[in-house]
């Protein structure tokens, strides 16, 4: 069961708006977009008899049927759903303090918190020059083959950037990797074509 709550005065908010769908059995999908990361953004949409997924987790409401994203439930631990009025009128807030924390722990794949540490750490910053990494594969010693992409690619920084920045961020947070290698690194010479 989730820990979300919708306060009555959302509920009563929400029911009056689903009502002028004229859409009998209508409720509402929350969902949060890119959870555990700094860009996660809670939402709420319409969702209409049979557009949900079979893996949502219903949530009952007096009036309607709020139905919840099962990647986004340990997200929406703690959620407040809740309707305010003031002078201007009355708007809708969602707060949901889970939902840019991480749900990868030290008992995680390695290839999962490589990835989240790629996407939530090192890819924002190398989004300002254009640039991002991806993880490759795992090699057979724990060094995690990485490729660049975007505007990292052929840059003379290269080099730089994944043994100062990308290599120190993932082993401080992963102890158990071995190190990083560009997958076009060519200091392993033994496959490399001339």
């Known amino acids: 069961m989730s820990n979300i709550t919708i306060t009555e005065s959302a509920q009563e908010y929400l029911a009056d708006l689903l ?11 929350v969902f949060i977009t890119q959870p555990g990361t700094q860009y996660a953004e809670t939402c709420i949409a319409y969702c209409k008899p049979h557009e949900q997924k079979h893996e949502d987790t219903p949530l009952a409401l007096k009036d309607f049927t709020a139905w919840l994203d099962a990647v986004s439930v340990p997200f929406l631990e703690d959620a407040v759903v809740d309707y305010a009025t003031d002078r201007m009128g009355g708007q809708l807030t969602i707060k949901a303090p889970n939902a840019k924390v991480p749900m990868v722990n030290e008992d995680s794949p390695l290839p999962e918190r490589i990835n989240y540490y790629l996407q939530t750490e090192i890819n924002p910053g190398l989004a300002s020059h254009g640039g991002m990494v991806s993880l490759v594969d795992i090699d057979d010693e724990g060094v995690a083959i990485l490729r660049f992409g975007g505007g990292c690619q052929g840059c003379g920084m290269v080099d730089t950037t994944l043994k100062d920045g990308v290599e120190k961020t993932l082993m401080e947070r992963i102890p158990e990797l071995k190190g990083v290698r560009d997958v076009t690194d060519h200091s392993n010479k033994e496959n490399a074509y001339y």
Not at 19 to 29: C, S
């Open 19 to 29: 009502q002028k769908q004229n859409t009998p059995g209508i409720g509402i999908r």
